[in-house]
């Protein structure tokens, strides 16, 4: 039997600022937003290299007036339609110092947002955007996508319902090896503004993935980190942020842990990867094998966990995240989906603030309130991390 269309009225409308043709995270957004048919792309400003907008806006099927110069022109005109045809989320898949600018008006004109992480590139601009928030009736998401996959949602329960007992040690590090030689010399787009201060921050490894794995222990482990030292290099000659990194912290219930981000780490793709132990067992979860979760009772035998709809021995958060049957590989693509689905539910339901289910503007902070301090912090004392978010 055929299932009933949604009709198109019905569909979230989106926008989109960046992601142009050469861009790489726009088209997985795109990908990820398309993958329940909930929401429909309805406008862009995918670049501000006019050439690389119009391609875009054409392969993408956008309407000619409705494929903007600027962001600055695609809130205006936009704010100007009739409520049921203008966009109602703005994805800002932009490099970092136009995150909290774009965020904060597009607030204001009425739009929600969802952004890619981190949320600005300091900490003083994010709470900002956090306080205007407050007064909003918007919704904002960060696209930490990894918080979309099903057995990290699994991690996180593990841990509350005490399979580990109390939290003693959280490893959690993401090598890559992609910035190994000096891509951003050959003026490779992705290469260079993440290593550009004026467009990335005071940061490059660290806010660009480093932030993932602080993401991750935080959001598994239910702890907030709050005290850390940090060591931060840059091994190509000429870099001008850090390529590498690593820290040790220790969390509010009392566990010490090591994260390591690295970005030239030669031969690794995208090797995010969390353990957490406690006093009765501990438990392993890594992104490149995203559907198993490797259990650790002490004196017992491991076992693992697999991802799957209708999966025995899953919880109800991890079983509403996945969508095939167990041996069905899901992946990034479908984590992502995840956080489009919540958002678009959280846009019908007139939720405001923070989308259930979706990394918002407390996870912004936290995000950058770590970037701060692992960006000033020395190998040879703890400094305290703001107590914010």
């Known amino acids: 039997m055929n299932q009933p269309v949604r009709p198109r009225s019905q569909k979230i409308r989106l926008g989109m600022l960046g992601g142009g043709e050469g861009a790489f995270i726009g088209a997985v957004h795109r990908h990820a937003a398309a993958l329940d048919g909930q929401t429909e792309l309805v406008c862009g400003a995918f670049s501000r290299d006019a050439g690389n907008n119009q391609r875009t806006g054409a392969a993408l099927d956008i309407e000619p007036q409705r494929l903007y110069d600027s962001w600055q022109q695609m809130l205006d005109a936009e704010a100007a339609l009739p409520e049921h045809e203008r966009m109602q989320l703005l994805v800002i898949v932009t490099p970092n110092q136009l995150h909290v600018p774009v965020s904060r008006a597009a607030i204001a004109a009425g739009f929600h947002v969802f952004c890619e992480k981190p949320a600005g590139v300091t900490l003083s601009e994010t709470a900002l955007l956090a306080a205007e928030l407050a007064q909003s009736d918007r919704l904002y998401g960060l696209a930490h996508t990894y918080l979309g996959y099903p057995m990290v949602w699994q991690a996180k329960q593990l841990v509350a319902d005490g399979v580990l007992g109390t ?30 201060p004026a467009q990335a921050g005071n940061s490059g490894c660290m806010a660009d993935i480093g ?179």
């Open 167 to 196: 939290l003693r040690k959280i490893y959690v590090e993401y090598p890559q090896g992609w910035l190994t030689d000096n891509l951003e010399a050959s003026a490779q787009k992705q290469a260079s503004w993440r290593t550009d």
């Open 211 to 389: 932030t993932h794995a602080f993401g991750l222990a935080e959001f598994i482990s239910g702890q907030r980190i709050n005290q850390l030292c940090a060591e931060l290099a840059s091994h190509v000659p000429g870099r001008r942020l850090d390529d590498d990194g690593a820290a040790l912290f220790k969390t509010s219930g009392g566990a010490s842990g090591v994260l390591i981000a690295s970005q030239i780490c030669a031969g690794e793709e995208n090797a995010l990867k969390i353990r957490l132990y406690g006093d009765k067992g501990g438990l392993e979860w890594q992104q490149m094998e995203p559907n198993s979760i490797i259990v650790r009772p002490h004196g017992a035998p491991f076992y693992v966990l697999r991802a799957g709809a209708g999966q025995a021995g899953l919880g109800a958060e991890a079983l509403k995240r996945c969508r095939l049957p167990a041996g069905h590989p899901e992946g990034y693509l479908e984590a992502m989906a995840n956080l489009y689905r919540d958002f678009a539910n959280a846009i019908r339901a007139g939720e405001r603030g923070t989308p259930s289910g979706v990394p918002g503007i407390s996870a912004g902070l936290r995000g950058m309130a770590f970037i701060d301090t692992v960006s000033t912090a020395s190998s040879e004392k703890w400094q305290a991390v703001p107590d914010v978010g």
